[in-house]
């Protein structure tokens, strides 16, 4: 079990960009699979990306390839999300979470810890 924490979210005009970070604190970071994941006003919780224990496999929802990179630092025990070329549509809650598994994986529901969120707003 890890204990997460998101930050650098914040409002940004269509086309800017951001990076959001997650510090976790369990000696165990560096074994597991972390995941960003979003939820919108009126809108179900979904995938945004997900990295392997060793930052070397990474998997991204459709709506975001090509412009947002998961990334980590074990040595540090954080995820990071940079996010470029950010639309309207991208505004929602992010939320990084912890699965108990080294293995990437899309679904919410695989995921045992999870930070308390950052918010993300884009103006047109």
């Known amino acids: 079990q890890v204990q997460l924490a998101e930050s650098g979210g914040g409002l940004v005009q269509a086309g800017g960009s951001l990076r959001l970070s997650c510090a976790a604190s369990g000696r165990t970071f560096s074994s597991v699979a972390m995941g960003w994941f979003r939820q919108a006003p009126g809108k179900e919780r979904e995938f945004v990306a997900t990295v392997n224990k060793s930052g070397g496999v990474t998997y991204y929802a459709d709506s975001v390839k090509g412009r947002f990179t998961i990334s980590r630092d074990n040595a540090k025990n954080t995820v990071y999300l940079q996010m470029t070329g950010l639309k309207p549509e991208d505004t929602a809650v992010y939320y990084c979470?912890?699965?108990?598994?080294?293995?990437?994986?899309?679904?919410?529901?695989?995921?045992?810890?999870w930070g308390q969120g950052t918010q993300v707003t884009v103006s047109s």
């Open positions: 979470a912890a699965r108990n598994s080294g293995t990437p994986y899309a679904q919410p529901f695989s995921y045992h810890a």
